[in-house]
Protein backbone atom coordinates (compact mmCIF):
# COMPACT_ATOMS: atom_id res chain seq x y z
CA UNK A 1 0.00 0.00 0.00
CA UNK A 2 1.25 3.33 -1.13
CA UNK A 3 1.03 6.36 0.81
CA UNK A 4 0.68 9.15 -2.05
CA UNK A 5 2.14 11.92 0.05
CA UNK A 6 5.07 13.86 0.21
CA UNK A 7 6.42 15.46 3.33
CA UNK A 8 8.92 18.24 3.12
CA UNK A 9 11.08 19.40 5.58
CA UNK A 10 12.26 23.15 5.91
CA UNK A 11 15.61 24.11 7.70
CA UNK A 12 16.03 27.98 9.29
CA UNK A 13 18.47 29.02 11.37
CA UNK A 14 17.86 29.41 15.17
CA UNK A 15 17.87 33.14 16.10
CA UNK A 16 19.06 32.72 20.22
CA UNK A 17 16.61 34.27 22.41
CA UNK A 18 17.12 38.15 23.04
CA UNK A 19 16.62 39.04 26.64
CA UNK A 20 15.94 43.12 27.28
CA UNK A 21 16.79 44.29 31.08
CA UNK A 22 13.97 47.35 31.79
CA UNK A 23 15.40 49.87 34.28
CA UNK A 24 14.20 48.19 37.30
CA UNK A 25 16.04 45.05 36.61
CA UNK A 26 13.33 43.22 35.64
CA UNK A 27 13.75 41.04 32.36
CA UNK A 28 11.76 39.87 29.67
CA UNK A 29 11.75 38.63 25.81
CA UNK A 30 12.45 40.89 23.53
CA UNK A 31 9.15 41.80 22.00
CA UNK A 32 8.61 42.76 18.15
CA UNK A 33 4.80 44.12 18.80
CA UNK A 34 5.60 46.79 21.65
CA UNK A 35 8.77 48.17 19.06
CA UNK A 36 5.64 48.34 16.22
CA UNK A 37 3.43 49.60 19.12
CA UNK A 38 5.76 52.23 20.19
CA UNK A 39 6.27 53.01 16.89
CA UNK A 40 2.66 53.24 15.88
CA UNK A 41 1.65 55.85 18.75
CA UNK A 42 4.31 58.22 17.78
CA UNK A 43 3.80 58.10 14.43
CA UNK A 44 -0.18 58.85 15.53
CA UNK A 45 -1.41 61.56 12.89
CA UNK A 46 2.15 61.88 10.96
CA UNK A 47 2.87 61.07 7.28
CA UNK A 48 4.50 57.77 8.06
CA UNK A 49 3.51 54.64 6.06
CA UNK A 50 2.71 50.92 7.93
CA UNK A 51 5.35 49.87 5.67
CA UNK A 52 7.67 52.58 6.72
CA UNK A 53 6.82 51.37 10.34
CA UNK A 54 7.59 47.99 9.96
CA UNK A 55 10.88 48.65 8.14
CA UNK A 56 11.93 50.67 11.16
CA UNK A 57 10.81 47.72 13.50
CA UNK A 58 13.04 45.47 11.21
CA UNK A 59 15.94 47.56 11.43
CA UNK A 60 15.67 48.19 14.99
CA UNK A 61 15.85 44.07 15.70
CA UNK A 62 18.51 44.05 13.42
CA UNK A 63 20.30 46.43 15.25
CA UNK A 64 19.53 44.62 18.33
CA UNK A 65 20.60 41.45 17.26
CA UNK A 66 23.68 42.55 15.76
CA UNK A 67 25.06 43.34 19.32
CA UNK A 68 25.46 39.52 19.26
CA UNK A 69 24.12 39.75 23.06
CA UNK A 70 21.64 37.80 24.71
CA UNK A 71 20.69 40.60 27.23
CA UNK A 72 20.39 44.34 26.08
CA UNK A 73 19.34 47.33 28.05
CA UNK A 74 15.94 48.55 27.28
CA UNK A 75 17.67 51.90 27.09
CA UNK A 76 19.93 50.66 23.86
CA UNK A 77 16.65 49.40 22.53
CA UNK A 78 15.07 52.59 23.18
CA UNK A 79 18.22 54.98 21.52
CA UNK A 80 17.82 52.36 18.17
CA UNK A 81 14.05 53.64 18.20
CA UNK A 82 14.57 57.25 18.43
CA UNK A 83 17.59 56.95 16.00
CA UNK A 84 14.89 55.04 13.33
CA UNK A 85 12.66 57.84 14.30
CA UNK A 86 14.74 60.94 14.02
CA UNK A 87 15.29 60.06 10.43
CA UNK A 88 11.95 59.57 9.75
CA UNK A 89 9.94 62.39 10.97
CA UNK A 90 11.20 65.09 13.51
CA UNK A 91 7.55 65.04 15.31
CA UNK A 92 7.02 61.47 16.36
CA UNK A 93 10.46 60.98 17.34
CA UNK A 94 10.26 63.66 19.50
CA UNK A 95 6.71 62.53 20.71
CA UNK A 96 8.37 59.13 21.59
CA UNK A 97 11.44 60.73 23.40
CA UNK A 98 9.19 62.83 25.50
CA UNK A 99 7.16 59.13 26.83
CA UNK A 100 10.82 57.15 26.62
CA UNK A 101 13.15 59.79 28.36
CA UNK A 102 10.48 61.29 30.41
CA UNK A 103 11.67 64.91 29.82
CA UNK A 104 9.79 68.16 30.60
CA UNK A 105 10.45 70.54 27.67
CA UNK A 106 12.23 69.82 24.39
CA UNK A 107 15.25 71.21 25.38
CA UNK A 108 16.18 68.34 27.98
CA UNK A 109 15.69 66.25 24.14
CA UNK A 110 18.34 63.44 23.97
CA UNK A 111 20.39 63.52 20.86
CA UNK A 112 20.31 60.26 19.98
Known amino acids: MDCERRFTTYERAEVPE ?12 YD ?3 II ?3 QKACNSRDVSTYEIEEMTKTVERQVRDLNSTIVDSATV ?34 G
Open 18 to 29: VIVRKKSGRQEP
Open 32 to 34: KAK
Open 37 to 39: AGL
Open 78 to 111: GDFVMRALKDKDKVAYARFASVYQGFEDLVTVKD
